[in-house]
């Protein structure tokens, strides 16, 4: 009987070992039932994907906070709630309530939430790459506000009754598409000392020193579908915000 050479086998037994490691990580997918919960298992490192499994409603507080610069993560709410105790004005802001806050970091995805009820239902700080898709915020003092960083992507995302519904303040070459911000009290994109974005076949009626390319303002203005209203009349968002 022909022997096997044992470095050969050696190396056959390290790359079925690495590629099976490798195909673990990519798919390691686990569910979460409360923000403690999820932040745990965010910052854990152990796994790609942390999905939302219930609905977490009058939370008070900030939900996760992603203060240590944790990159690679994705957040996937499924469609599920994640509900605050109610936006507290602008004064508040200087200790804000946030959804999901990321501080530094990159790379990291958050996609299919409904955040209602916070002073910020993102709050991005000094973070690149990272990515929010296919939310819909409802009823935030401020939807997304983006700050510092840069080239990150915002797309296909819902904004409505908010104070500010896109705040992008000194954050450069992010991509911001298909969004659809309406019913804002103040502005629904508001853009200053900031560099390079683009905005693409985005839906809004109000600006400040924003435009989607080659138009003023934005692509679409607003309209009683475009925003997800029931027909019949908008709802009186004041009622959520104060």
Same mark, same amino acid.
């Given at each position: 009987?022909?022997? +096997?050479?044992? %470095?050969? /086998?050696?190396?056959?037994?390290?790359?079925?070992?690495?590629?099976?490691?490798?195909?673990?990580?990519? %798919?390691?997918?686990?569910?979460?039932? =409360?923000?403690? $919960?999820?932040?745990?298992?965010?910052?854990? @490192?152990?796994?790609?994907?942390?999905?939302?499994?219930?609905?977490?409603?009058?939370?008070?507080?900030?939900?996760?906070?992603?203060?240590?610069?944790? &990159?690679?993560?994705?957040?996937?709410?499924?469609?599920?709630?994640?509900?605050?105790?109610?936006? +507290?004005?602008?004064?508040?802001?200087? $200790?804000?309530?946030?959804?999901?806050?990321?501080?530094?970091?990159?790379?990291?995805?958050? +996609?299919?939430?409904?955040?209602?009820?916070?002073?910020?239902?993102?709050?991005?700080?000094?973070? &690149?790459?990272?990515?929010? %898709?296919?939310?819909?915020?409802? @009823?935030? /003092?401020?939807?997304? $506000?983006?700050?510092?960083?840069?080239?990150?992507?915002? +797309?296909?995302?819902?904004?409505?009754? #908010?104070?500010?519904?896109?705040?992008?303040?000194?954050?450069?070459?992010?991509?911001?598409?298909?969004?659809?911000?309406?019913?804002?009290?103040? /502005?629904?994109?508001?853009?200053?000392?900031?560099?390079?974005?683009?905005?693409?076949?985005?839906?809004?009626? =109000?600006?400040?020193?924003?435009?989607?390319?080659?138009?003023?303002?934005?692509?679409?203005?607003?309209?009683?579908? &475009?925003?997800?209203?029931?027909?019949?009349?908008?709802?009186? /968002? #004041?009622?959520?915000?104060?």
């Amino acid at each position: 009987m022909r022997q +096997r050479k044992p %470095e050969l /086998w050696a190396a056959v037994t390290f790359f079925v070992v690495a590629t099976s490691t490798a195909v673990d990580a990519a %798919e390691s997918v686990v569910t979460c039932s =409360s923000c403690d $919960d999820c932040q745990a298992k965010l910052i854990s @490192g152990s796994y790609s994907v942390v999905e939302l499994d219930v609905d977490i409603i009058d939370y008070p507080g900030s939900c996760i906070e992603l203060h240590l610069g944790e &990159s690679g993560l994705t957040f996937d709410c499924a469609g599920h709630l994640i509900d605050g105790d109610g936006p +507290r004005g602008e004064p508040a802001l200087d $200790d804000p309530e946030q959804a999901v806050a990321m501080i530094q970091g990159s790379g990291n995805t958050v +996609r299919n939430c409904t955040i209602s009820g916070f002073d910020a239902a993102f709050y991005l700080v000094n973070a &690149s790459g990272m990515v929010l %898709e296919n939310n819909d915020l409802i @009823g935030n /003092w401020v939807g997304i $506000d983006l700050s510092n960083g840069g080239s990150n992507t915002i +797309r296909s995302n819902i904004v409505r009754g #908010s104070e500010m519904g896109i705040k992008i303040t000194n954050s450069d070459n992010n991509t911001v598409e298909s969004n659809t911000v309406c019913g804002s009290f103040l /502005w629904d994109f508001y853009h200053e000392s900031s560099t390079g974005n683009v905005g693409i076949d985005n839906t809004c009626d =109000s600006t400040l020193y924003w435009n989607d390319l080659a138009t003023s303002g934005c692509t679409y203005t607003c309209s009683i579908f &475009s925003c997800g209203f029931e027909t019949g009349g908008f709802e009186d /968002w #004041s009622s959520v915000l104060y």
